[in-house]
């Protein structure tokens, strides 16, 4: 068979590939776009409360507490879990080389999923959260959202059981880890807490854990695989180590179970357990250095290409988030930092940047490959996806300043003046509030220009093409255009 046929019957197969997963991945990345700007919105209203307590204070349903917990289970719910179902769903159709053949029952447990959330939240808005961090919503909510999980992770399974051939893809490793282990995080935590009801200290400790596993073994596991695949694609070159990925794999899969329960230096409990949860953080910096240092020698000598590909600017901007999230893992749990820390909102700048800075940004860049490739279409304009590539950056720079730096720098050191009243140190935490408060508008603002980009995609409005959006045309006319590299992925 000549090399023109071969590409062209490839060309079919990626074609009917997209095709079949069109629907389930549109709706899922939407769906969750949506969620993602109404969490955004709860967090500029939780950090306006948290400076401003009067703020829209005849809204009882509003407090601070019962905002917050909404803001932090929207994100988590409502946009991480639908992102990463969308990015799993294309990945392991792509990369196994079958049509996906389950679109009718995943979408059935989406539009379910996304029902749960919303009653959820309106559980958490009404007084009936469960006052457990991460595990909020209303306690009928967990089993409901395994079961979902369920109908949308076999069919999965199933695609990589009936895959062309036996070479299994280190995108596949993240992707296969991230099904396998939820199911365990998510039980084990729920069961504890919720079915086998001890103390309250355990719960905390508990959740701790949960908040931790949820981050390290499921939600960056499946952004790396995005990124691992995206790479390579954009540059056409392969990963730069395959020994170099798996060592990757293993460090995270072997140290992210003992994560977490650093948040809990001085509580009652063992004491040994926060500092093996420290310990255990501290040692993400092997993975993470691994992944981030693979990605980028990948890309490297392609810099060009960065500039203009969407996806691979975003997922660029991901890997350099994931290699400050190593450096501050180590940082944040040395001992002499860690007790400047437990009554600061550090740990939740360490969350969102893990959450937004490293895999919400790798998952853009996923976005930005996949749309347009189960759509059939180009993305309507380049000029909003600068907007919110560049917005976005920012937001995550005010993180980790506002939220990581100024909690440590700030009431961390205020806390240790004991010579001072505890109000001055509480107060020590208004400029870090009200840097949060710009740090939120700014998000808001890219994501609602991405919510209304994707649903323009949605719709089928941008135009026909099988070329990527490009954002610099080498012919310096329209932003859209591609290159001999670029075209045909």
Same mark, same amino acid.
């Given at each position: 068979?000549?090399?023109?046929?071969?590409?062209?019957?490839?060309?079919?197969?990626?074609?009917? +590939?997209?095709?079949?997963?069109?629907?389930?991945?549109?709706?899922?990345?939407?769906?969750?776009?949506?969620?993602?700007?109404?969490?955004?919105?709860?967090?500029?209203?939780?950090?306006?409360?948290?400076?401003?307590?009067?703020?829209?204070?005849?809204?009882?349903?509003?407090?601070?507490?019962?905002?917050?917990?909404?803001?932090?289970?929207? *994100?988590?719910?409502?946009?991480?879990?639908?992102?990463?179902?969308?990015?799993?769903?294309?990945?392991?159709?792509?990369?196994?080389?079958?049509?996906?053949?389950?679109?009718?029952?995943?979408?059935?447990?989406?539009?379910?999923?996304?029902?749960?959330?919303?009653?959820?939240?309106?559980?958490?808005? $009404? #007084?009936?959260?469960?006052?457990?961090?991460?595990?909020?919503?209303?306690?009928?909510?967990?089993? +409901?959202?395994?079961?979902?999980?369920?109908?949308?992770?076999?069919?999965?399974?199933?695609?990589?059981?009936?895959?062309?051939?036996?070479?299994?893809?280190?995108?596949?490793?993240?992707?296969?880890?991230?099904?396998?282990?939820?199911?365990?995080?998510?039980?084990?935590?729920?069961?504890?807490?919720?079915?086998?009801?001890?103390?309250?200290?355990?719960?905390?400790?508990?959740?701790?854990?949960?908040?931790?596993?949820?981050?390290?073994?499921?939600?960056?596991?499946?952004? &790396?695989?995005?990124?691992?695949? +995206?790479?390579?694609?954009?540059?056409?070159?392969?990963?730069?180590?395959?020994?170099?990925?798996?060592?990757?794999?293993?460090?995270?899969?072997?140290?992210?179970?003992?994560?977490?329960?650093?948040?809990?230096?001085?509580?009652?409990?063992?004491?040994?357990?926060?500092?093996?949860?420290?310990?255990?953080?501290?040692?993400?910096?092997?993975?993470?250095?691994?992944?981030?240092?693979?990605? *980028?020698?990948? $890309?490297? #000598?392609?810099?060009?290409?960065?500039?203009?590909?969407?996806?691979?600017?975003?997922?660029?901007?991901?890997?350099?988030?994931?290699?400050?999230?190593?450096?501050?893992?180590?940082? *944040?749990?040395?001992?002499?930092?860690?007790?400047?820390?437990?009554?600061?909102?550090?740990?939740?700048?360490?969350?969102?940047?893990?959450?937004?800075?490293?895999?919400?940004?790798?998952?853009? #860049?996923?976005?930005?490959?996949?749309?347009?490739?189960?759509?059939?279409?180009?993305? *309507?304009?380049?000029? &909003? $996806?600068?907007?919110?590539?560049?917005?976005?950056?920012?937001?995550?720079?005010?993180?980790?300043?506002?939220?990581?730096?100024?909690?440590?720098?700030?009431?961390?050191?205020?806390?240790?003046?004991?010579?001072?009243?505890?109000?001055?140190?509480?107060?020590?935490?208004?400029?870090?509030?009200?840097?949060?408060?710009?740090?939120?508008?700014?998000?808001?603002?890219?994501?609602?220009?991405?919510?209304?980009?994707?649903?323009?995609?949605?719709?089928?409005?941008?135009?026909?093409?099988?070329?990527?959006?490009?954002?610099?045309?080498?012919? #310096?006319?329209?932003?859209?255009?591609?290159?001999?590299?670029?075209?045909?992925?």
């Amino acid at each position: 068979m000549s090399n023109d046929s071969t590409k062209s019957i490839d060309a079919g197969l990626r074609t009917a +590939i997209d095709k079949s997963v069109s629907n389930p991945v549109m709706f899922f990345f939407t769906s969750g776009a949506v969620w993602l700007a109404v969490s955004v919105l709860l967090g500029v209203f939780t950090s306006v409360k948290f400076h401003t307590p009067s703020f829209m204070e005849c809204f009882g349903g509003l407090t601070t507490g019962r905002a917050y917990a909404a803001h932090i289970n929207v *994100l988590v719910y409502g946009w991480c879990f639908q992102a990463a179902f969308g990015t799993i769903i294309w990945l392991m159709s792509r990369l196994t080389r079958k049509e996906f053949k389950s679109s009718a029952t995943v979408l059935v447990a989406g539009h379910l999923w996304n029902v749960c959330v919303g009653l959820s939240l309106v559980g958490i808005l $009404i #007084g009936k959260s469960t006052g457990v961090p991460w595990m909020e919503f209303p306690k009928f909510s967990w089993v +409901i959202f395994l079961i979902l999980y369920l109908f949308i992770a076999v069919p999965v399974f199933t695609q990589f059981r009936v895959r062309q051939g036996g070479h299994v893809y280190i995108s596949q490793w993240y992707l296969l880890a991230a099904l396998f282990l939820f199911p365990w995080i998510y039980g084990t935590a729920n069961i504890f807490v919720h079915v086998i009801e001890g103390s309250a200290v355990m719960a905390a400790a508990v959740a701790s854990w949960y908040k931790f596993a949820l981050i390290f073994l499921f939600f960056l596991p499946i952004a &790396f695989s995005a990124a691992y695949y +995206i790479a390579p694609k954009v540059t056409g070159r392969p990963v730069y180590s395959y020994n170099l990925a798996l060592l990757g794999f293993w460090a995270l899969v072997a140290i992210g179970p003992w994560m977490g329960m650093q948040e809990l230096v001085g509580a009652p409990i063992p004491a040994f357990l926060p500092y093996v949860g420290a310990t255990a953080t501290i040692l993400f910096f092997l993975p993470a250095i691994t992944v981030g240092l693979n990605i *980028l020698m990948t $890309i490297k #000598g392609h810099e060009t290409l960065a500039k203009q590909s969407p996806a691979l600017r975003f997922t660029t901007a991901g890997t350099f988030g994931l290699l400050a999230l190593g450096g501050f893992a180590i940082w *944040l749990n040395l001992p002499s930092v860690m007790k400047g820390t437990q009554f600061t909102i550090t740990g939740y700048g360490f969350e969102m940047l893990a959450l937004y800075g490293v895999f919400s940004m790798l998952i853009f #860049g996923a976005i930005y490959f996949i749309v347009p490739r189960v759509t059939q279409r180009e993305w *309507l304009a380049p000029g &909003f $996806i600068r907007l919110h590539f560049n917005i976005s950056v920012y937001a995550v720079i005010a993180i980790v300043i506002g939220s990581i730096l100024f909690g440590i720098l700030l009431p961390g050191v205020a806390q240790e003046q004991f010579s001072a009243s505890w109000k001055s140190s509480a107060n020590a935490n208004l400029a870090s509030d009200w840097f949060n408060t710009v740090t939120w508008l700014c998000a808001l603002i890219a994501n609602v220009f991405f919510c209304f980009h994707l649903a323009l995609m949605w719709a089928r409005l941008g135009r026909h093409s099988k070329h990527p959006t490009l954002l610099v045309d080498h012919h #310096g006319g329209s932003a859209h255009g591609a290159d001999g590299k670029v075209q045909n992925i």
